[in-house]
């Protein structure tokens, strides 16, 4: 008597699934982790201060100046100096533009004014950073002279926006060094430093040029 044997393709269907797959499968029961992969796009601390780390610090520079200078609406230099100035009118209820278009500072208390001043702050040790960098490791770099001319106008916008006594704090590595006050005039004498250098490696950027021009009237040296 023969007898046929016969398989629903419903139950056939797993059982080669699972032939196929396991061939698959073997590599893997080698493995410690899948999770051990490269991840390039992550910038580790010591990639920062190599020849590797030049454009991201190009970039930091560009990008804390940026923000510095326009970013977060009651935070940039635009906003602040307009509504001091009355340039700008201040049309709602925070109590920090309403205070910097009154001219009633709290200076212990007034988000806007302090942000500003630490911004500033970082754009010009961003952009300081950035061009010790690229003269460490890259010289003839063609962003030399905007990051230095970002540093002198960070410099020209905290010496016309605040009093005398504004200090010039740095980085050694990751420890922040706090620097002495200064007067308004060393601060623009700063500034004129920075636009000197560049203006040495491309003495035709515009940018350098601007700054050069604007940061002796400060101190009253007027063309």
Sequence with gaps: MTRHTHIREGGLRP????????????PLAG????????DPDVVKPPVLESPEGVPVAIGRALADFGIAYNGPINLSLVSVQGLFTDEYLSSDTFEDRVALDKRDVDRSDNQAASYLFGNLHLARA???????????????????????????FSDVFLAETYCSGVPESGFEGNRIVYGAPRTTAQVLEAAVARFDEALAADPGNALASVGRGRAPLGLGRVP
């Design 31 to 38: 493995c410690d982790s899948l999770l051990d992969v490269e």
């Design 126 to 152: 961003s952009a300081v950073f950035a061009a010790d960098l690229i003269e460490e490791h890259d010289p003839d770099n063609g962003s030399l002279p905007m990051v230095l001319a970002l540093g002198g």
């Design 15 to 26: 059982l080669l699934w699972a032939l196929a797959a396991a061939p698959a499968l073997l």
